[in-house]
């Protein structure tokens, strides 16, 4: 299950950051004083800026898609995942089909006349195969990583 957090106001953000950091300069003369401070930092960063290593791990999602990829489907888009089968088979969105980025050219007669929104494991290829696919006449989206797509979409 994906959460968004990217509706949180900034201002509520900062108070938080702000009192977790008062909380743990509290304990600055022992170690665990320090560990504490340092943890506390962690925390302001995290939860003022909303970044987190954790968040992707989490399939937390801070971006709020500029694309409606839900609707985009409805209207009976289809998902290309240009991933490598290998990856494909360890996880993909329901539905999709793969197509490998090295295949796409080979393909692309397949997808005449659809709307296409291309995803793979972080966004990189799927903006190659946006392009040649673009440039060839099909009108496609980058759906970027599939898990956060697969987020945007449910």
Known sequence: MKTNVGSTDRSIRFTIAAALATYYL???NNTAGTIALVTGIIMLFTVY???????????????KPAIDFKKILQQN???VDVRQPNEYNLGHIEGSINMPLSELSEQITTLKGKTVVVCCA??????VAKKILSAKGIKTFNGGGWKNLEGDIK
Request: glycine fraction near 4%; hydrophobic fraction near 50%; charged fraction near 10%.
């Open 77 to 79: 888009a289809i998902i």
């Open 122 to 127: 972080s966004g990189a290829r799927s903006a």
């Open 26 to 28: 509290q304990f600055l």
């Open 49 to 63: 800026f909303r970044f987190c290593p954790l968040y992707s791990l989490l399939h937390i999602s801070t971006r």
